[in-house]
């Protein structure tokens, strides 16, 4: 009994992770171990989609998405156990242990299943916050370089390019450019046909402007009708005079 719960306290260690696929690799590798399972799959329910579904056994991942039809057609059907992965707003997935044959778990052995499912679910629970949390820092940062109207660059993306093309500039012995444009009648746009118009008129100039420079090191937007187009390694100041 004592090894038992040394297993389940050196797998809390091994599910200590951020990343989903590696919390939900290190579950079923444990489960497996533990409980000497034939197979082990961990669903995770996803708000508004599928279920992602991982399949594997003592030795790892075998990327297969469910337990129908697992192992030789000729063992006898598989038993599973089956230990739901609740969240404080629900359940959040399924824990299913399968075995090739008849197999009964003792209550003991039910016992460290239903507990190690908790600290799965937890592990899971801190997984996916993580990943929102990074996904809402890279928008936010995406935002905060980018222009919202166009989705080119704006200043500090410019900044940004701009040193790291100056930098290499110096490095190789090539040139650097920056091309300000500035639309003509702008304002006019905007007061005779309106705001509207005269964003569609930005977004198509932004959409043939970048197709124009495809090598372009930065296409930004600096604000109103103000574009700066970035080019880095230019062999020569005439280069620029071409493009």
């Known amino acids: 009994e004592r090894d038992v719960w040394q297993q389940l306290e050196s797998a809390a260690r091994e599910l200590n992770q951020l990343d989903e696929a590696a919390v939900v690799e290190a579950a079923i590798v444990r489960a497996a171990q533990m409980l000497k399972a034939d197979v082990v799959q961990v669903s995770v329910h996803v708000a ?21 039809g697992v192992g030789d057609p000729l063992d006898a059907q598989v038993m599973l156990y089956v230990a739901p992965l609740d969240g404080p ?20 052995e039910q016992q460290v299943l239903k507990t190690f499912a908790h600290a799965v679910s937890t592990t899971l629970q801190n997984a996916q916050l993580y990943a929102e949390m990074r996904e809402h820092a890279e928008a936010k940062a995406y935002e905060a370089e980018h222009d919202s109207l166009t ?16 930098a290499t500039a110096a490095v190789d012995g090539t040139q650097c450019a920056l091309l300000i444009i500035d639309l003509d009648h702008f304002k006019e746009i905007n007061d005779t ?21 495809p090598h372009a090191d930065a296409v930004c937007r600096l604000g109103g009708d103000e574009l700066a187009v970035l080019l880095g390694g230019l062999p020569a100041p005439a280069s620029a005079d071409v493009v």
């Open 48 to 68: 508004g989609a599928e279920s992602r579904s991982y399949v594997g056994d003592a030795s790892g991942l075998t990327g297969q998405t469910g337990l129908d």
């Open 89 to 108: 707003q629900g359940r959040i997935g399924l824990l299913r242990i399968g075995f090739f044959g008849s197999v009964t778990l003792t209550r003991r």
């Open 151 to 166: 989705g080119l660059g704006n200043r500090i993306l410019l900044h940004e390019r701009a040193d790291r093309a100056l």
């Open 193 to 213: 046909l309106g705001h509207a118009a005269g964003d569609l008129f930005l977004q198509e100039v932004v959409r043939r402007l970048s197709g124009a420079l």
